[in-house]
């Protein structure tokens, strides 16, 4: 039993350890612009309804924030996937592109930042569809273009490459024998590549919605944004709420990992088998 509680207890020694030392050097500190205590930055997190520097709630921010990311995600999901799938089978169009999709992989996606801005400004989805003002409007105006593409941009290379990868590393007898048996182009598509190579494809998309959480609060910097938690943060440390800043880096941290569990938890019931094929 003492064995046990020390093995479920072990993973919690070093947060404990870490929030003792932030609790220590906040009181010594004794400035909250600078380290705010934790029952300041557990107040906010505690009353998510909470109005917060008449911003909105912090839950409010993080459900827009986080439909900004699954838009620009699924956008990024809908074009490599498929791309990445054909990439890997046909090695004519993997020679074709794979050269000048190449000379954009390494370029970061804050650096498209003044082209976006070139091209789409503060346009938004609403603007775009040229839907009168009403409640729809106000939702879909909160989508701009701009932040949709650096999100998209970020997202597109780990969910194409994965699936390039996946698609190349299935073992080519098993197409060979499907189609020396008389197996049609689909039925080795359906019932062979996506199988074998769906599990590198589902790990291209865990990355991907990483990634695309990571660009968000770039993406909520650029001119047009009024709200989503990474304007919240911007605008938070410009009038000395630390608290806040905290606040939501902590709302983001929990929310991509609660998203990147839910993929974990898709590959160990789905993708077990994967470990016994090594």
């Not at 590393?169 to 197996?183: C, E, F, I, P, Y």
Request: charged share 10%.
């Amino acid at each position: 039993m003492p064995g046990r509680i020390i093995f479920w207890a072990a993973p919690l020694l070093v947060p404990v350890l870490f929030f003792l030392i932030w609790e220590f050097m906040a009181t010594l500190v004794g400035n909250s612009l600078i380290l705010p205590p934790l029952e300041e930055i557990g107040a906010l997190l505690a009353h998510p309804l909470d109005n917060v520097i008449a911003m909105g709630t912090l839950a409010g921010n993080i459900g827009i924030s986080l439909v900004r990311v699954l838009c620009g995600y699924a956008a990024a999901v809908l074009l490599g996937v498929p791309l990445g799938v054909a990439m890997g089978y046909y090695a004519g169009l993997h020679r074709l592109l794979n050269l000048f999709l190449g000379m954009f992989r390494p370029i970061p996606p804050l650096a498209w930042v003044p082209l976006v801005l070139a091209w789409f400004g503060v346009s938004s989805l609403a603007t775009v569809m040229g839907l009168p003002r009403s409640e729809l409007y106000y939702y879909l105006n909160n989508l701009k273009i701009s932040m949709l593409f650096i999100i998209f941009i970020g997202a597109l290379f780990p969910i194409l490459t994965s699936a390039v990868h996946g698609v190349q590393t299935v073992n080519r007898t098993l197409v060979d024998s499907a189609r020396v048996l008389g197996a049609s182009e689909r039925d080795i598509f359906t019932k062979i590549l996506l199988p074998a190579a769906a599990p590198s494809i589902v790990n291209g998309l865990r990355i991907g919605l990483g990634v695309a959480w990571m660009c968000l609060v770039s993406a909520e910097m650029l001119p047009g944004s009024l709200s989503g938690v990474g304007y919240l943060i911007t605008h938070a440390y410009t009038v000395g709420r630390t608290d806040v800043v905290i606040a939501g880096m902590i709302s983001i941290s929990v929310v991509g990992a609660l998203l990147d569990m839910a993929f974990q938890w898709i590959e160990r019931r789905k993708y077990a088998w994967k470990q016994f094929s090594r």
